[in-house]
């Protein structure tokens, strides 16, 4: 069973700047694709960015320039790094992977439980 684990979410205040990190466990040979995405309470969850095995990466234009996606695909770890963060950016962010081949199989869209984020002075 594939499980996600997201860490780095916390308070920050306007403009500052805070590194998510989500960690795939499980017997996983590769991960196709990443994700975040990102939730405010009451709307719909967004794709915020996203990153594929061989690097290739897209982000939403409201963070272009202010956040980098990163994985490590040894480790089945993918990272973000947000800068500049804005008071409507509060919000759960969630780790997403697609088509996930482990060793029973494929799993084709894999959630994590979400991290806080909240910025605020």
């Known amino acids: 069973q594939v499980q996600l684990v997201e860490s780095g979410g916390g308070l920050v205040q306007p403009g500052g700047s805070l590194r998510l990190s989500c960690a795939a466990s499980g017997r996983i040979f590769s991960i196709v694709e990443m994700n975040w995405y990102r939730q405010v309470l009451g709307k719909q969850r967004e794709l915020v960015a996203g990153i594929t095995s061989g690097g290739s990466t897209e982000y939403i234009d409201s963070v272009k320039g202010r956040f980098t996606i990163s994985r490590d695909n040894a480790a089945n770890t993918v990272y973000l790094q947000m800068n500049s963060l804005k008071p409507e950016e509060t919000a759960v962010y969630f780790c997403?992977?697609?088509?996930?081949?482990?060793?029973?199989?494929?799993?084709?869209?894999?959630w994590g439980k979400g991290t806080l984020v909240t910025v605020s002075s």
């Open positions: 997403n992977a697609k088509e996930v081949f482990t060793a029973t199989g494929w799993n084709l869209d894999v």
